[in-house]
């Protein structure tokens, strides 16, 4: 076990947490799916990282050895999990954000945990999770600690349509999962009511316009499913696919489709040379309330 390197095809984060735990189970299966090998990493910012007893200040050699001792964990359970596969363990001085980030350059897949309590200060969990996904360059797959289902024929993989580019790139990711897998795609489209101008209002004048506003925004997200499976229909004959379209938040609709897939794929957002800062408001939101894991693809 040493520093982090970068080439390992899937990443995962770990900590000792169960969050962590249940991110490594995750990925042992992922990996062997993929027939990947797995590294196992964890990664701490020494200025940050207390002492089991709170008392005295670590030396570099101290956590050193006590990091090791962390990812040898991480390494037994994913084997315990995937006796066949084969595991790397990493440790990183660096901090959970920069050494995931910097896996993800070559990597093709990161997996988090997705809670929010840690023994370790900066643990790959929480508020990392969401650093590492918005400015991740692979996939990053964010796991609850709840989710006990993966793609199979009775665990469909949800997808959000809403034809952007984004939402284009992550309906071939989720179609590519339920091929393999041999689940069906859920295409999830979503509209909401326009919101009254106060002004307008008061002085009536805005009502056929909200009317007509409201039958574009539901035939809009219609007609984005409807394409969607056309293109999945030519694209991917055999697979099975259904539809879902309703007024609604669309990170609302995504998370009520969550509950019983095995995964939902949306897509990130970003602008220009601030990419790497940026995660749409909707990917965001879906992390928060998916019932099951949620893939991130750019």
Known sequence: ?????????????????????????????????????????????????????????????????????????GVALALEVEPELTV????????????????????????????????????????????????ADCPVVVVPNDAVERPDPDSRVVVGVDGSVGSEHALSIAADLATDSGAPVVLVGAWETPTYDHWSR???????????????????????VAAARVRLEKEYPGLVVEEMVEEGRPSALLGRAS???????????????????????????VMHEAHCPVLVVR
């Open 1 to 73: 076990m040493d520093e982090v390197s970068a080439g390992t095809a899937v990443v995962v984060g770990f900590d000792e947490s169960p969050e962590a735990e249940h991110a490594v189970r995750w990925a042992a299966h992922e990996a062997r799916r993929r027939g990947r090998d797995l590294s196992v990493v964890f990664a701490y910012d020494l200025d940050r990282w207390m002492s089991p007893d709170a008392v005295r200040v670590w030396s570099p050699q101290d956590a050193e050895k006590a990091a090791h001792q962390v990812v040898e964990g």
């Open 88 to 135: 790397h363990g990493r440790t990183s001085s660096r901090g959970g954000v920069a050494a995931l980030v910097g896996l993800s350059h070559e990597a093709d897949l990161v997996v988090l945990g997705a809670g929010r309590h840690g023994r370790v200060t900066g643990a790959l969990i929480g508020s990392v999770a969401f650093a590492v996904t918005a400015r």
């Open 202 to 224: 008061i002085y009536l004048v805005d009502d056929e316009w909200r009317y007509q506003a409201i039958k574009e925004a539901r035939d809009g997200a219609a007609a984005h």
């Open 259 to 285: 509950q019983g897939a095995g995964l939902v794929v949306v897509g990130a957002r970003g602008r220009g040379d601030l990419r790497s800062l940026l995660l749409g408001s909707v990917s965001r939101a």
